[in-house]
């Protein structure tokens, strides 16, 4: 039987936070469906390391390592690469849009002043 402790506690809310905030930004329609996708991987991880925390002794096994510890670091920074390049991702396209929507703005103030200074 496996000891649960206050951090398998905490990881356990967290996870179901991750859970909850990307449902609940997909259902407000604000994101696409790769944020929930994405939300729901690194929340399901979370809570499965808090209810079974013994489970990456396997996983240790498995990639070699002697200690789960290991492992867990090693499966944390691999999501958390996945994580930062799909921000890198976001904020490039963020950028495109912004840059979109100021050369309309700047076409859009232009014919604006061209309209006042025809009358």
């Given at each position: 039987m496996a000891e649960y402790t206050v951090v398998n506690?905490?990881?356990?809310?967290?996870?179901?936070?991750?859970?909850?905030n990307g449902y609940y930004i997909v259902r407000r329609g604000r994101e696409d469906i790769a944020l929930f996708v994405l939300s729901a991987i690194v929340g399901l991880g979370l809570v499965f390391v808090a209810l079974?925390?013994?489970?990456?002794?396997?996983?240790?096994?498995?990639?070699?390592?002697?200690?789960?510890?290991?492992?867990i670091l090693v499966v944390s920074n691999l999501v958390l690469f996945v994580v930062v390049t799909y921000l890198f991702n976001r904020i490039g396209k963020l950028y495109d849009q912004q840059s979109r929507l100021n050369e309309e703005v700047s076409l859009l103030k232009n014919d604006l002043e061209e309209h006042r200074d025809d009358r």
């Open positions: 506690l905490v990881t356990l809310v967290i996870g179901l936070g991750l859970l909850f079974l925390p013994n489970a990456f002794q396997s996983v240790a096994t498995v990639l070699g390592l002697e200690l789960q510890a290991r492992a």
